[in-house]
């Protein structure tokens, strides 16, 4: 039976082995869910990059360019973290590509590169992700992108949720990390959004705009779009 | 306010600044359990040795010699890693010194000497390790030995539970670790041992000594001694 397995942080990832193994990587606030958002509106392919300079140049190849630091939009890009960067209708984004490089996300990305399947996790597209890796039936690692390194609720919790939906075909209790991310995930469940507004991440991302992310990141299940590395970018698994 | 946070493995410790704070050094199976009885027992200084050999040689100096590999006593010593080995009897223990290296305590231990001030947590000594903290009135890192640099749920656990008694004059909430730990200390605390034994490295320690071991380790409150880092080595704070 195959086996579930959190990394809670992108610096314990050379711990794990993920040859062989199907990678799920999640940024909940904002990464992952702004990445799921933009593939179902319509944006064709997404890079990730690792420093601005590099996001940038993209441009030159007809790309559309999203930047974050510490929680904000850099400078000179067309679009921020937020999913609603894809949403609102301001910039046409549908047959587009788009660089994006955010301070945690991208870089759990590259280092989860060495599993045969890396795909993209978010609580919005929840079903396809437990969907395609039960189809895999291979090891799964969750890799949370944490925040700057450190354990975050919200990833956790998403590692936790995915468990419970894997549970009847996948080893759930041979991992400390994946019992403690069920046992979270289980006191969550009621209201997420209330368990997590907790959260020291969330209390950072404070604000109008924030907030409004967030109620929408905590949704479940509403995109069936499963994000999957191939050839240097991340495309629509079809 | 002070404030309480948890490092899930010794690998994220370059993440946290310890300059200034209290670590709390915890290997609950079995290493800090051990270390706590065997001060409580009448041994005078515990060495830490991150080798064998380095362990070894300190019985040149009248040192009884505790090594562990892989949860199992290592050969030509005197002792192994449980806690039992100074209860016994089998061992006089009191009045001597003792050199041990573990396959994760020492290492935590180690990685932590940045703090101003570093001592040893267990269940055993929690009232004892919360006193202290609560007197000293600066911020606390607990320092969760691990597995092999993984998660763990039992000191995890432990993390929890010193949180909860530093909850009226600590900021226990600012740190995604801590509300986690907090969290699944709240699950724990009806039944610890029951709870742990659910846990990865409890299965690990499948064994008859093993059991005694455990069933002894999640005892909570059952000895005052406070070890503290003096020169090189363990002592009872005093």
Redesign the interface.
């Known amino acids: 039976m195959p086996s579930v397995d959190i990394c809670?942080?992108p610096?314990?990832l050379p711990?794990y082995r993920l040859e062989g193994k199907v990678a799920v990587v999640v940024d909940i606030l904002r990464a992952t869910s702004s990445i799921v958002t933009a593939l179902a509106a319509g944006v064709t392919d997404i890079v990730p990059c690792s420093e601005l300079d590099e996001c940038r140049a993209w441009a030159a190849a007809g790309y559309l360019t999203a930047a974050e630091r510490d929680g904000r939009q850099a400078e000179g890009f067309d679009l921020g973290n937020s999913p609603f960067g894809y949403l609102d209708g301001v910039l046409p984004v549908r047959g587009r590509g788009v660089a994006i490089t955010t301070t945690n996300g991208t870089r759990a990305l590259h280092l989860s590169l060495a599993a045969d399947a890396v795909i993209i996790g978010a609580f919005l597209n929840l079903a396809a992700v437990a969907e395609f890796v039960r189809a895999q039936n291979k090891d799964v690692v969750v890799v949370c992108a944490g925040?700057?390194?450190?354990?975050?609720?919200e990833d956790?919790v998403f590692g936790g949720a995915l468990a419970e939906r894997l549970a009847a075909d996948f080893d759930t209790?041979?991992?400390?990390?994946t019992?403690?991310a069920l046992?979270?995930w289980q006191?969550a469940k009621p209201d997420l959004a209330d368990y997590l507004l907790?959260?020291?991440?969330v209390r950072r991302l404070n604000s109008l705009e924030a907030n409004q992310d967030f109620e929408y990141c905590v949704q479940l299940d509403t995109h069936s779009v499963l994000p999957i590395w191939r050839e240097g970018r991340l495309v629509v698994n079809a």
Chains 1, 2 share one sequence.
């Not at 907790?198 to 991440?201: F, G, K, R």
């Open positions: 809670f942080s610096e314990l711990l925040w700057k390194g450190m354990f975050n609720l956790t209790a041979s991992s400390d990390a019992l403690a046992h979270l006191q907790a959260s020291a991440h």
